[in-house]
């Protein structure tokens, strides 16, 4: 039934669910509003949700790409050699690769806001912390978390979109959101690279990445929950 739903096959979902007497309230709702996919997730329903997921894709992307870009470089000013420096970058993805798992099989347990809240704060508190020039043991360990909770927590905010929305319209709102938040894609670099040649000093690159993540750790909390679709 679902399927068909979400493949516009109205008139087959019906068709179906009268022949074997089945029960879905949902059908009529979404039978309106499956050829306005687009429009539905401005709607009323939906319009404070599709805002914030866009802004908060716009903070991930700008964590993804500014980190990606110019993390090397940063380390490098801070007094480490160059191959350290990139050791970095290889710890930060694969952390982040790890820390999506882990969030993702948080998020089938708790609802996903709160984990998605979480990783993004100590995500912040990891950033702000790499300022401070630790041993280098204790640096890989704050590199590790800062990748599991910007870039491993991105996998974790799609679902979430997913459950957010109906079938007619998820997929949408999933594209319209991260389309969005190619926006921080192409100003994280901009804004990273615009900060050092101010010669501002290194802290501060880290400072407005912690700001950044938590950010985004508190507007999650702003998303509405008094739908049904999130406890899917």
């Known amino acids: 039934i679902k399927f068909l739903q979400a493949t516009n096959q109205i008139t ?3 068709n179906l669910i009268e022949k074997y007497h089945l029960f879905d309230e949902s059908i009529n709702k979404e039978d309106k509003s499956a050829s306005n996919g687009f429009l539905s997730i401005f709607s009323t329903q939906y319009f404070l949700s599709t805002v914030l997921f866009s802004f908060i894709y716009i903070m991930a992307f700008l964590l993804i790409y500014g980190m990606n870009t110019w993390l090397p470089k940063i380390m490098q000013q801070a007094g480490y050699p ?25 998020a089938d347990r708790i609802r996903p806001k709160k984990v998605i809240s ?5 995500a912040a508190l990891s950033i702000a912390l790499l300022s401070i020039k630790f041993n280098i043991v204790i640096m890989y360990t704050l590199i590790a978390i800062a990748g599991f909770g910007t870039t491993g927590t991105t996998f974790v905010l799609a679902s979430y979109v997913m459950k957010k929305y109906q079938s007619h319209n998820r997929a949408t709102a999933i594209g319209v959101s ?14 990273v690279g615009i900060i050092m040649a101010m010669n501002v000093g290194l802290q501060f690159n880290f400072y407005l ?9 508190i507007v999650i909390l702003f998303i509405p929950s008094n739908d049904s679709n999130e406890q899917m």
């Open 82 to 106: 160059m191959n350290s420096s990139l050791m970095f970058l290889l710890c930060f993805n694969l952390a982040a690769i790890i820390g999506g798992i882990i969030a993702g099989a948080a």
């Open 118 to 122: 979480f990783t993004y704060l100590l």
């Open 178 to 191: 991260s389309a969005i938040g190619r926006l921080g894609a192409v100003a994280g670099p901009i804004i």
């Open 209 to 217: 990445f912690a700001v950044i993540a938590l950010v985004a750790s």
């Open 12 to 14: 087959k979902a019906k």
